[in-house]
Structures are given as C-alpha cells and as structure tokens.
C-alpha cells in the first residue's frame, strides 16, 4: 500500500512536469497490467485464437519452444505493469525496462532495491535510461510491452516508433500496448483544428497497424480509464523472413519508403 502511494505521488508529479511523455494521471491499474503480461504468462503465441491468424504469420523458430525470453518493457513508469510481467516470468527469462525519465528510473532503481517482488529478479532484469528510439537493435525481443502514450506524440514520431519497434522484435514475437477506449474521439471533441488533424493521422496509423498485424485485442474495463490493450504479431516479410509467401492474391505492394505506413 505504501509502495502504492508513492507511485501515485512521483506519477502525479510527473505528469504535470511532464504531461507529453508521462501521457496519464496514475500508473496502469492491476487488470490492465495483467492484459499487457499476457503473453508473458501464456508464452507462446495462441495463434489459433488469434483474429489474423493465417498463413503468412511469422512462426517463430525460438518462440514455442524457447526456455529463456528477452522480454523488453517500453516506458514503465513507476513500475506498475513491470510487477505483472515479473511473476509471470519464467525462471530464465530476461526483462529489460527502457525509460526515459530520470524520476521513474531512479523510482524504479528504488523498487529493485526494496521490493521483494523486484528483488526476485535482480540478476534478470536491467533498467536502461534511454529512450526507446535509441535502443540498439541486434539482440531481438520476443516479447515487448509497451506503455508509451502514444496518442500524445507526434504523427511522425508515432511512426518511427512503431517501425522501431516491430525491428526490435524478434521473428513471431508479440508486441502488446494499450491505448484508453476512445481516446482520440474524447481529445478530438475539445481540440482545435490542428490538433484534430494530428489525433486523425494517429488514429489512421493505429488503424492501418492493427488491420494488418493485430493477433487479438482485450478490452480492460476495470480501470480508472477503460483501455484496450492491442496484442500484435507482424507478419513475415518473406524474403527477410525465409518464410515461403502464399500465392500473391492481388500483385505485390511497391517497396514502402514511408515510415507511415505498415505491411
Ligand atoms: C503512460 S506512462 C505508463 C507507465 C506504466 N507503464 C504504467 O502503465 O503505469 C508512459 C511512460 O512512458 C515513458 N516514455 C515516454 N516516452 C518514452 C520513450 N520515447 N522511451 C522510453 N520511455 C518513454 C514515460 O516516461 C512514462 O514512464
């Protein structure tokens, strides 16, 4: 409880330094945060549940079968889904936490220090102050956890973000974040023109991600602002993949340049 209130205070502090990057008023609520370790705790990828599940998905060669995982946590705060996807760890896993800001890094220092559920994992876990942008990218993921508030970004950086992180997850891994229920329609209400533009485009690369990538989605009601919380696998680019493409339904879309658009 303690832990709790702590949280509470450095997050409202934060948000009001730094609104743009911390993007919410409180940390994730326990449903929420239990929606986003879903994979961690289920481990492989239920392809069969999943909603895009085809052929042309990316059947990790390490995933089924893999004893340790690098799982990557992208902004997490004070820590709160952190504690979910740590007891839902496997014993050889491995969870890297990359933040930016300083007071939820030292925050979370705090809490390796402290917390005995942190604690379990000292040996297992590392917290690297940077900016996700500038993670380097030859050791994959197979698993990344996302809390980045996106809808408070740029459309440009929305863009480059999502591109780096479907490079910084491993063949058939699962990238999970949330974005609350109707969030852009609420800000869009009581924006000006500009802004309303900026939430459009948003919104149009969330939509284009999610129509071709999303393996399933779970609504999380149980939270102080309803969110939905996106699971997605990217398909195979075949030739980087290996994996031998099914019969081209409609001809092949032109080399993408354009880091606003996903395939
Ligand atoms: C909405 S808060 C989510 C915190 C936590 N995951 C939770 O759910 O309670 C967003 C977090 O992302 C961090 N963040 C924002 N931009 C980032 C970036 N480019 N790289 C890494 N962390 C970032 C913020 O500092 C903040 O901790």
């Not at 000006?192 to 990538?213: N, P, Q, S, T």
Request: glycine content about 4%; overall charge positive.
């Amino acid at each position: 409880m303690r832990q709790r209130w702590a949280d509470y205070r450095v997050f409202w502090r934060e948000f009001r330094q730094q609104y743009h990057t911390t993007g919410a008023l409180l940390p994730s609520g326990r449903a929420l945060a239990f929606a986003l370790a879903r994979f961690v705790r289920d481990g492989a990828p239920h392809v069969a549940e999943s909603a895009a599940a085809d052929s042309e998905m990316a059947v990790s060669p390490r995933l089924p079968h893999a004893s340790s995982r690098r799982i990557l946590e992208v902004g997490p705060g004070t820590g709160a889904v952190t504690g979910q996807i740590i007891r839902a760890m496997r014993p050889s896993d491995r969870l890297f936490l990359v933040e930016r800001n300083e007071q939820f890094v030292a925050q979370l220092r705090a809490r390796l220090a402290n917390d005995p559920t942190f604690a379990s994992v000292t040996e297992r876990i590392e917290i690297l102050h940077a900016s996700v942008e500038d993670l380097p990218e030859n050791e994959p993921y197979d698993l990344i956890i996302s809390g980045l508030p996106l809808n408070n970004f740029s459309v440009d950086s929305v863009a480059r973000i999502f591109a780096k992180l479907r490079r910084l997850l491993a063949p058939g891994g699962t990238l999970s974040f949330f974005e609350y229920v109707a969030v852009r329609k609420a800000k869009s209400l009581v924006s000006r023109r500009g802004e309303r533009e900026r939430l459009r485009r948003v919104g149009r690369l969330f939509d284009d991600l999610l129509a071709k990538h999303e393996a399933r989605r779970d609504l999380v009601l149980a939270n102080v602002t309803p969110a939905w919380v996106h699971h997605v696998r990217f398909r195979a680019r075949s030739t980087e993949q290996g994996v031998r493409p099914p019969a081209p339904r409609a001809p092949p879309p032109a080399p993408c340049h354009d880091e606003s658009s996903y395939d």
